[in-house]
């Protein structure tokens, strides 16, 4: 099964690159990407830039609707993903609970949904 | 007549073969919902044939034979559904050994899996519990929502959910591996004990259902005994409901009020429960492998033994409420303590440890602080404090039987 990792943080809280901390966090993320990769388990990673660069599009009533910022406002707000392939959730948790940011923020686990055919 | 007899005896045989057969056909066919209603059409067929051929030997391996059947026609008949890579596989699978035609094979034990299953913690725990039942227990839905208060489409809605998240969430169909084992048996420990708290706490809702509940707990407990590996816990969570539950006779005036552990008749108390919950405590101790349900059912054996309140060894409770600290360090931990205590060293002693408490200021919703609060209270004679302890005691708590005691109690303290 696919799993996307979503990783929330508070941006507000997020380590600039000018942190002293900052090299560590990259490394693990690294390390972390290294394994996966090697063990075919990672499909992709990537961090996002900050909300406030987040465009939000509905459609309602067949007209494009786009609204300034992320969906929703709430503490912690999207910072980046990971997409692996894992056997269950159990494997998809371990992963999850390995990203650096699952002991600052949360990591959402999504399955990724498998679109039926059409049956005619 | 014999209809019925027979009407019974199937009833009967499909209850106790409900729980293994969905058990080994979730793992045949890793679909929860699948398997139910292959289950349930099993069920139909059986009830439609075993009147006229007689139950069949082995009725578990029928029922599977059947349902299995059933649930290929099931996934045959969503086209969309037999494309896909994994299904095609499944039903070629199933076909083959359903052309084996074997009725008389041993069926091994899967439901250790499903319990494992139903109580992942990726499901809430209101769920977990719902679907143990209804899967494991075999209690029909109806039979769940009407212990629970709710209604049965509810819980109906509650337990697809559940089912479809374990499928589409890929929470799998196994024993724990062992560097999961400890965290996942706390889940399913937790899960039982709290069925069994919602049969022996609540005072709502139907008495039979409740004390069903309990029961239910402790035969899940002991499923779970005979199949997991030597795990001192489970015994000892076996033990402790045991020895809680031999007090339900006593716990209940005829009107059905509740009647607190200090004013029980111990007369009543059921002696082969206490006996049972002796044992496994006798066999499990002295393994050393100590942990949090192992203790509290030792606590609940002393008063098991005391031949009343006053003379119950507080020593030692309080010694046992020490060590729990250590394992689960919570205010109402020690607040049990602080009870013994005071049982010891009398209502000074306690009182002092309640200020303590309160001071850290965790216990401030929590009813039972402010009950024994005011219990000792009233015993220093300080009474109007104890009035308004017991008033705060009433204010909080949800439970009608427990407010009941509370307010006899401060009916008592004005008549002095």
């Known amino acids: 099964m696919q799993y996307l990792l979503l990783i929330y943080s508070e941006e507000s809280k997020s380590i600039q690159a000018s942190d002293p901390r900052y090299p560590g966090l990259v490394e693990e993320h690294r390390a972390l990407i290294k394994e996966t990769t090697d063990k075919g388990i990672l499909l992709g990673a990537e961090p996002l830039e900050p909300t406030s660069t987040a465009t939000t599009v509905r459609v309602r009533e067949e007209k494009i609707q786009t609204t300034d910022g992320p969906f929703a406002e709430t503490k912690e707000q999207l910072a980046g993903y990971y997409l692996i392939e894992c056997q269950n959730l159990d494997e998809a948790i371990e992963y999850a609970a390995r990203i650096p940011n699952a002991r600052s923020g949360s990591i959402e686990i999504r399955p990724l949904m498998k679109i039926p055919e059409p049956s005619n | ?416």
């Open chain 2, 1 to 416: 007549m014999l209809r019925n007899k027979t009407s019974e005896t199937i009833e009967k045989t499909v209850r106790e073969e409900w729980s293994q057969t969905l058990s080994a056909l979730v793992y045949r066919i890793h679909d929860f919902q699948l398997a139910e209603d292959a289950l349930q059409d099993a069920i139909l067929s059986a009830w439609n044939s075993w009147p006229y051929s007689g139950i069949p030997k082995n009725p578990r391996a029928w029922l599977l034979q059947v349902a299995k059947r059933k649930a290929i026609d099931q996934i045959r008949r969503k086209e969309s559904f037999a494309k896909k890579q994994s299904s095609i596989a499944l039903l070629s699978e199933l076909e083959q050994e359903q052309g084996e035609h074997r009725t008389d094979m041993e069926i091994p034990d899967e439901r250790l899996r499903m319990i494992f299953t139903c109580c992942h913690p990726a499901i809430d725990k209101r769920s977990s519990v719902a679907l143990t039942l209804r899967t494991v227990a075999g209690l029909e839905t109806r039979e769940i929502a009407k212990a629970f208060l709710t209604e049965e489409s509810a819980m109906g809605q509650r337990l697809t959910r559940v089912k479809r998240k374990i499928r589409d969430a890929g929470i799998p169909y196994r024993v724990p591996p062992p560097h999961l084992w400890q965290e996942r048996l706390e889940a399913v420990l937790s899960v039982l004990y709290f069925i069994f708290n919602e049969g022996y706490l609540a005072s709502s809702g139907d008495g039979l259902l409740r004390s069903n509940l309990c029961l239910e707990a402790i035969r899940l407990a002991r499923v779970l005994s005979k199949l997991s590996p030597d795990e001192p816990e489970v015994d000892g969570l076996l033990a402790l409901m045991l020895l809680h539950d031999s007090r339900r006779p006593a716990r209940t005036n005829k009107a059905g009020a509740m009647i607190s552990l200090e004013d029980q008749d111990r007369s009543l108390w059921i002696r082969e429960n206490i006996e049972e919950g002796d044992t496994i405590l006798r066999r499990i101790l002295p393994k050393r492998r100590i942990g949090p349900y192992q203790i509290q059912a030792a606590v609940s054996a002393v008063h098991a033994h005391a031949p009343d309140w006053k003379s119950t060894d507080w020593p030692q409770i309080a010694q046992l409420y020490r060590t729990l600290y250590q394992y689960s360090p919570s205010s109402v931990v020690r607040l049990n303590e602080a009870v013994a205590i005071s049982m010891i060293q009398g209502p000074q002693a306690g009182l002092k440890l309640l200020q303590e408490l309160e001071e850290q200021g965790t216990l401030e919703k929590y009813q039972p602080f402010y009950a024994a609060k005011a219990d000792l209270l009233r015993q220093l004679n300080r009474y109007d404090e104890a009035e308004r302890a017991y008033e705060i005691a009433i204010s909080k708590s949800a439970n009608p039987a427990e407010k009941d005691i509370l307010r006899k109690r401060l009916q008592h303290l004005k008549k002095n």
